[in-house]
T-cell receptor, first 113, second 112 residues
Framework: GAGVSQSPSNKVTEKGKDVELRCDPI?????LYWYRQSLGQGLEFLIY????????KSGLPSDRFSAERTGGSVSTLTIQRTQQEDSAVYLCASSQTRGLDAFFGQGTRLTVV | GENVEQHPSTLSVQEGDSAVIKCTYS??????FPWYKQELGKGPQLIID?????GEKKDQRIAVTLNKTAKHFSLHITETQPEDSAVYFCAASNQAGTALIFGKGTTLSVSS
């Protein structure tokens, strides 16, 4: 596609349920990132994938958060047993070269009620 | 780890004036400094970036300067227009080069 695509664009879930967020990066981009943006805040790094290398998971806030990237393309971010503080916009970005020229999707707005 | 401070948090200017947003970073190993513009309901959009081997870069009305010694970099927007109104984020690469560490953003309002 022309840009980074994320789905769903909005997700409302009940506290305690699991959610999966999807990211389709720009074709040919080897690096993929997940960030979290809480209301009125900056972007918080969550996880980074680069090709076949082991992901950098240093930003994941708890073991309820996990992500995978299948076939070096599509990525899913999974949040288990969601809590109200997980409510935020989850942004995915991709780049051709690690750490450079990251292009963001429009994000998934997650609301935990 | 890397820490990025950004100021001001809000900035209001008249159309045609210049706007300057400043950021400081803590990790001297950072070597890549992008700026993003985020409009309401959209993802951040890369508008300009600079690497540590360059002191200044300009693209039409937008320029970025980098002072590695002082560990700060700035975004300059000249001849501002109402469509420049948005939240602007600065970022710096982490030491491993695996992530961008973002400032908390500056809300720029340009009034006509």
């Amino acid at each position: 596609g022309a840009g980074v695509s994320q789905s769903p664009s909005n997700k409302v879930t009940e506290k305690g349920k699991d959610v999966e967020l999807r990211c389709d990066p720009i074709s040919g981009h080897t690096a993929l990132y997940w960030y979290r943006q809480s209301l009125g805040q900056g972007l918080e790094f969550l996880i980074y994938f680069q090709g076949n290398s082991a992901p950098d998971k240093s930003g994941l806030p708890s073991d309820r958060f996990s992500a995978e990237r299948t076939g070096g393309s599509v990525s899913t971010l999974t949040i288990q047993r969601t809590q109200q503080e997980d409510s935020a916009v989850y942004l995915c970005a991709s780049s051709q070269t690690r750490g450079l020229d990251a292009f963001f999707g429009q994000g998934t707005r997650l609301t935990v009620v | 780890g890397e820490n990025v401070e950004q100021h001001p948090s809000t900035l209001s200017v008249q159309e045609g004036d210049s706007a300057v947003i400043k950021c400081t970073y803590s990790d001297s190993a950072s070597n890549y400094f992008p700026w993003y513009k985020q409009e309401l309901g959209k993802g951040p959009q890369l508008i300009i970036d600079i690497r540590s081997n360059v002191g200044e870069k300009k693209d039409q009305r937008i320029a970025v300067t980098l002072n590695k010694t002082a560990k700060h970099f700035s975004l300059h927007i000249t001849e501002t227009q109402p469509e420049d109104s948005a939240v602007y984020f600065c970022a710096a690469s982490n030491q491993a080069g695996t992530a961008l560490i973002f400032g908390k953003g500056t809300t720029l309002s340009v009034s006509s």
